[in-house]
Every structure is written in structure tokens, then in C-alpha cells.
């Protein structure tokens, strides 16, 4: 890979933009576009794709923002008034349900996620705050593999299977469910997932990621055949994304975010 050639002097600074940002994917965003365009062109592609390498693993593939998540948990409670809990399925290191989290609750942060206020005065985080009526939404987190760094959302060892013990009052979190590749067995997480949460009587789902490449065929069906974007979402809303042609690449994925309610409860 081209990359190694700029080695370690990208790496540098890649970790250097980290280090203020705090918990902020949107601020790392701002500030990699900030340095890239400060770039000599030679080293753009090279520092934005070792940008995005670390910002998918640090944080996560989606750069929703907090006003997203805010307006998203807030029309699923609108639709569902008696929502007690988010499940969330595949969720990796945490840190979307962790976004969710700060937007429905006074989260005490932890040291390494305050963002240096000296070098950034404001934070996408700052006064985004849900209505749900003053009640407490739990989430709880599952993946296939536990990392031992999370954020303030503790993510178990767990499968679609947990969704067993949903009810209709659960509202499931997916964000970009694995796909699989054309040499592959296609993931079937994310059908798995609503299948279960369908049987439970799940009514409420919301859906971040690339429509296109995300879930498998099984998934889009059930989903298509049993759901139906709610009032407020007439489309799914786009979310701020990595350029593929920024870092050498032909296609990385776009990134919306939508709320779904079964149909016949519309």
C-alpha cells in the first residue's frame, strides 16, 4: 500500500488531531478536512485514509451526529410512546450508542473523552439534549466480540439471539449490520435481528448506514415488506460521510439514517 511511504510522519499527525477531539468524531472530521486541505496534494490521499482508518476503529463507521441521533430517538419515541429500552445488535466499539446515549442522559464523562476546550471551544455535543418527557431510555449493547475500551455504553458478548428478549416496547438499533462480499456467504445479522425483534413484536427500528451495501437481500425484504418509514422521515436523512475519491478509493459507502414503524401500526 502507497501508504507506507509516508510512514511515520502521517501517523504523527493523524495522532495529533486525535489527542483534542475528546469523544467527538465530528470535531476529528473538521479537523482532518482543516489539515488535508493545508496539505501539499502529495500527502492528501495518504493522511485521509490513514484519517479514516483510525476514525472507523477509534469511533465508528458512522459519523452521525448528535443532532441526528437526537431528532432519530425522539421521532421513535414519538411514534412508540411507551418505549422503555434501545437494543442495539453489532455495535462494535460502541461509540453510535454512546452518541445516543449523551443526547438522552446526563453521561459523566470520562477524562479521555472531554474534548480540549482550548483547542475547541464548541462541541457538536453541546446543548443537544432529546425531549422523550424526562424518562430514562437504557441501551443495551451486543456484539459478536468484546473489546476491552468502550464507551459509556457497556457492549456484551452477544448475537441476534438476544433480541429473544425484546418486547414491543424495544426499540432496535442497527448501524451499518456486515453485508458480506460477492466471495462470501452474505452476513445474515441484520435479517436475523429483525426477524427476532419482529417475532417479539417490535415495532420501532432505526437504521444508520449505506442502504447499498449493508444488510443482506433477506434483510431489505423483510424490512421493505414489513416496516415503513415513519412521518418526519419521508426519506432517509443523509449523514456526513468519508470522500472515497479522497482516499484513493472508488466507492466507500454513502451514510442515512432513518426510523421505521411496522406497518398496520402507522
Known sequence: MFFFCYE?????????VLQDV???????KDSVDSYRRRLPDEFKVPFT???NRVG???????????????????????????????????????YVEHVFNRVLHNVVLDPQWEVNRKTF???????????????????????????????????????????????????LLLCWPPFGSPTEEQSSMAFEALEYFTQRG??????VGDVASTGDWRFHELLRDQYKLVKGYPVRHEVRRWYPQEMG????????????????YL
Open 56 to 94: 472507523t476503529t477509534v469511533f465508528a463507521w458512522s459519523l452521525l451526529s448528535p443532532e441526528e441521533a437526537k431528532y432519530a430517538v425522539e421521532t421513535a419515541c414519538r411514534v412508540l410512546p411507551t418505549a422503555d429500552q434501545i437494543m442495539s445488535i453489532g455495535s462494535g466499539g460502541g
Open 121 to 171: 471551544p464548541k462541541s457538536y455535543f453541546d446543548n443537544v439534549k432529546a425531549d422523550i418527557g424526562g424518562r430514562q431510555l437504557p441501551i443495551f449493547a451486543f456484539d459478536e466480540l468484546a473489546l476491552k475500551n468502550t464507551y459509556s455504553v457497556h457492549v456484551s458478548i452477544g448475537d441476534p439471539l438476544a433480541l429473544l428478549s425484546a418486547t414491543r416496547n424495544t426499540i
Open 249 to 264: 478509493l472508488i466507492y466507500a459507502g454513502n451514510d442515512t439514517v432513518g426510523v421505521y414503524q411496522r406497518r398496520g
Open 202 to 207: 417490535g415495532e420501532v427500528v432505526i437504521y
Open 49 to 51: 485514509y490513514e484519517a
Open 22 to 28: 475528546g469523544d467527538d468524531y465530528l470535531l476529528y
Open 8 to 16: 511515520p510522519n502521517i501517523s504523527y499527525l493523524v495522532d495529533f
